[in-house]
């Protein structure tokens, strides 16, 4: 505490070590949020402060517990909760996110095999999805969580294909729509639960984390009624290496409402009944890049954002990203691409990298 390094934290209220003893850390993010402590560099005092599993060191208050309790007992992902993930994250501002994503507005992470830039980690994520799915002139896709329409409107003007996107974001499906005018794309404002038609392909891509736990199965078998026969589904999820029931307490409360990140055991699980598993790619690490070049922009846009947003919301979302990003850097949670297929095929996929 208070030393040189950058990754030593700068307390400024002594109250702050019983604040997050006390509130583990809902606490830890809650208190920086109201200015009590500084560091130089988040990230890396974040990774030391996971890397030592300090979180295991303190208690849950009321507040984490009850989150807690609510993520196992209760469904956060029903249908009468779809629409909430919409308007409390992705509703903000499409300035903000305009500001710290790249050109084509991906909001997941960046494929950095061969890239040295965010718009090039993201074109090269969306190529090699489009090549896992082995898309070709003439085929259907659905996209389910589109965010802005990025996947759709890279997979018409780069392989020749129509497709339908869903999201639960009006702010995501008007500005996708503006997006993917004169292409054969349609942006729909509607649950996955609810789509009708059949497709080709399927995609899902950072939208399972919303899902929730109890709805797994549902997921899944909605994606295989979608598909036609000898169709795939791929699915980019961040996942935990644990089968766990809720989210950190802070994310959940600040970031993304009735969300949980899966873990492979359960949807290998939930995807048994309906589909062969032709492939899985983990990539984890790239997220930490991917978050790192979104906080850079943030910070450095952030000007022009400022009056609209104001400076503990500014805070919150540079906790937000470098907490995320230290969590992919310690590798405590991670990215998957998992590929399914509906019926037997006579060869094996294609292995894409």
Not at 165 to 188: D, F, H, M, N, Y
Not at 259 to 288: C, K, M, N, Q, W
Not at 324 to 334: D, E, H, K, L, M
Request: contains cysteine; charged residues 25%; proline residues 5%.
């Amino acid at each position: 505490m208070n030393g040189p390094e950058p990754w030593d934290i700068q307390v400024h209220r002594e109250a702050l070590y019983a604040r997050v003893l006390a509130g583990g850390s809902l606490a830890l993010g809650e208190s920086y949020m109201d200015g009590w402590w500084d560091v130089p560099a988040p990230d890396q005092a974040i990774a030391k402060i996971l890397d030592a599993r300090l979180e295991e060191k303190v208690k849950r208050d009321l507040r984490a517990l009850l989150v807690a309790l609510r993520c196992r007992f209760a469904n956060p992902g029903a249908v009468r909760r779809a629409y909430e993930i919409g308007e409390r994250h992705y509703n903000l501002g499409n300035d903000l996110f305009r500001l710290m994503l790249d050109s084509r507005m991906v909001y997941s992470c960046g494929y950095w095999r061969d890239a040295d830039t965010l718009d090039e980690a993201q074109e090269a994520k969306l190529d090699l999805i489009c090549r896992k799915l082995e898309l070709e002139r003439g085929m259907t896709l659905l996209d389910i969580g589109c965010g802005w329409g990025s996947l759709l409107q890279y997979a018409a003007e780069k392989y020749g294909v129509s497709g339908v996107g869903v999201t639960v974001s009006r702010e995501q499906a008007e500005l996708a729509t503006e997006r993917c005018r004169g292409l054969p794309i349609t942006i729909k404002l509607q649950d996955y639960r609810t789509l009708e038609g059949t497709f080709d392909r399927v995609a899902s891509v950072g939208m399972v984390e919303h899902v929730g736990w109890k709805n797994y199965s549902t997921f899944m078998e909605v994606g295989y009624r979608a598909l036609k026969p000898g169709g795939l589904l791929l699915v980019h999820t961040i996942g935990t290496n644990r089968s766990e029931k809720g989210l950190d307490p802070w994310i959940e409360r600040y970031i993304f409402p009735n969300s949980v990140l899966p873990s492979l055991a359960r949807l290998t699980a939930a995807a048994e009944p309906y589909f062969i598993a032709e492939d899985l790619h983990s990539f984890g690490p790239y997220y930490d890049r991917t978050l790192m070049a979104w906080e850079e922009r943030f910070r450095e846009g952030w000007p022009e954002i400022s009056d609209r947003y104001g400076e503990r919301f500014y805070r919150m979302w540079r906790f937000y990203l470098l907490a995320c990003a230290a969590t992919f850097r310690v590798r405590g949670i991670q990215l998957w691409q998992l590929l399914l297929s509906k019926t037997p095929r006579p060869e094996p996929v294609e292995r894409m990298s």
